[in-house]
């Protein structure tokens, strides 16, 4: 069993930055993929970024390549989402989810995680 805890949304001006964390605990939290997916209002949930358990691979939705960096602390069982540029577009409850399949992520496969973590709000005003 894997719990994953997110941390770091927020109100922020557009243009701004946030830094988001997703804690995650279990014995083998570390083997697993992560990746940050959001919500909007009225919208599906769609992945936003994800890193392999090495974090040599990673992934980025274009909406936000270039704006937005993921990386990992193992030691820490820590993911980050760093935010740059934000944009009132990318207000969204952002949610952090677990996969042992990298395919998972590269499809996009929102039904298929392992587990996922509560959510954290982030709102963008413009």
């Known amino acids: 069993q894997v719990q994953l805890v997110e941390s770091g949304g927020g109100l922020v001006q557009a243009g701004g930055s946030l830094r988001l964390s997703c804690a995650a605990s279990?014995?083998?939290?570390?083997?697993?993929?992560m990746g940050w997916f959001r919500q909007a209002p009225g919208k599906e949930r769609e992945l936003v970024v994800a890193?392999?358990?090495?974090?040599?691979?990673?992934y980025y939705a274009d909406s936000v390549k270039g704006r937005s960096t993921i990386s990992r602390n193992n030691s820490k069982n820590t993911v980050y989402l760093q935010m740059n540029s934000l944009k009132a577009e990318d207000t969204a409850v952002y949610y952090c989810?677990?996969?042992?399949?990298?395919?998972?992520?590269?499809?996009?496969?929102?039904?298929?995680?392992?587990?996922w973590g509560k959510g954290t709000l982030v709102t963008v005003s413009s």
């Open positions: 989810a677990a996969a042992r399949d990298w395919g998972f992520f590269k499809s996009a496969n929102v039904a298929a995680m392992d587990y």
């Open positions: 890193i392999s358990w090495s974090g040599l691979a990673t």
């Open positions: 279990g014995r083998t939290s570390s083997s697993y993929h």
